[in-house]
C-alpha cells in the first residue's frame, strides 16, 4: 500500500471549516484513499472513500486532485466533537483488504 | 452503519494469566474481522487478519501462540492473550468488514487490557 504524510497536528475553530492534507505521491492506479478518525480512548471511525473523483456525505467532503498524487478531507462546520486524530490511507479497494495506519492528524477544535 | 461490538471494555488481569476478548458484529455477518493493538500516543498496529472458519493470518513479529485468535463464527471473533505480561497492557481493537458493495471497515470500540 502507498505510503502518506499527514501533518502531525492542526487547530481550527468551532464553526470554521476544518481542512486536512494528506500526501500520497506513490499511489497507485487501483488504489482509495480512505479517511478514519478516532476519537481519544475509542475505535476508528470510518469517514469517507474515493478513488478519483470528490465525494462528499454527510460528515465530510474529499477532495483529491487531478493527478490523485494528493488529497484533502474537509469538516465543513468543524464542532468540540470533531476534535480527535484523523487517518489518511491508502489501500486497494476491497473490504478485505487490511488497513495501514500511519500517525495521523491531530485535529484540535477550540471555541 | 454496521455496529461492532467489544467485550469486555476494560480488563485488569494478573501477569501469567490468559485473557479473552469477544468481538462480534451485531448486525451483519462477517466473514472477515481485524485485530489491532494500540499503545499510548501511538498508532493502530493490525496484529492478525481473522476469517471465519479458517486460521488467522499474522502480522510479522506477532507471536501467534501468544494470541490466540479464534473466527468460529460469522458473528464472533474472539482473541485470546495468553500468559499475558505487562508489556502486552495496550488498547485492543477489532474491525469487521461489512460484505456487499459497502466497502469499509467497521471497528469495535476497543478494549483496554492492564496486567498487573
Known amino acids: 500500500d502507498a505510503k502518506t504524510t499527514q501533518p502531525p497536528s492542526m487547530d481550527c475553530a468551532e464553526g470554521r471549516a476544518a481542512n486536512l492534507p494528506c500526501n500520497h505521491s506513490t499511489i497507485s492506479g487501483n488504489e482509495y484513499v480512505y479517511w478514519y478518525r478516532q476519537i481519544h480512548s475509542q475505535g476508528p471511525q470510518y469517514i469517507i472513500h474515493?478513488?478519483?473523483n470528490n465525494e462528499t456525505n454527510e460528515m465530510a467532503s474529499l477532495i483529491i486532485t487531478e493527478d490523485r498524487k494528493s488529497s484533502t478531507l474537509i469538516l465543513p462546520h468543524a464542532t468540540l466533537r470533531d476534535t480527535a486524530v484523523y487517518y489518511c490511507i491508502v489501500r486497494v479497494g476491497g473490504g478485505g483488504n487490511k488497513l495501514t495506519f500511519g500517525t495521523g492528524t491531530q485535529l484540535k477544535v477550540e471555541l | 452503519g454496521a455496529v461492532v461490538s467489544q467485550h469486555p471494555s476494560w480488563v485488569i488481569c494478573k501477569s501469567g494469566t490468559s485473557v479473552k476478548i469477544e468481538c462480534r458484529s451485531l448486525d451483519f455477518q462477517a466473514t472477515t474481522m481485524f485485530w489491532y493493538r494500540q499503545f499510548p500516543k501511538q498508532s493502530l498496529m493490525l496484529m492478525a487478519t481473522?476469517?471465519?472458519?479458517?486460521?488467522?493470518?499474522?502480522e510479522q513479529g506477532v507471536e501467534k501462540d501468544k494470541f490466540l485468535i479464534n473466527h468460529a463464527s460469522l458473528t464472533l471473533s474472539t482473541l485470546t492473550v495468553t500468559s499475558a505480561h505487562p508489556e502486552d497492557s495496550s488498547f485492543y481493537i477489532c474491525?469487521?468488514?461489512?460484505?456487499?458493495?459497502?466497502?469499509?471497515?467497521?471497528f469495535g470500540p476497543g478494549t483496554r487490557l492492564t496486567v498487573t
Open positions: 474515493g478513488l478519483k
Open positions: 474491525s469487521a468488514r461489512e460484505p456487499g458493495t459497502s466497502d469499509e471497515q467497521y
Open positions: 481473522s476469517n471465519e472458519g479458517s486460521k488467522a493470518t499474522y
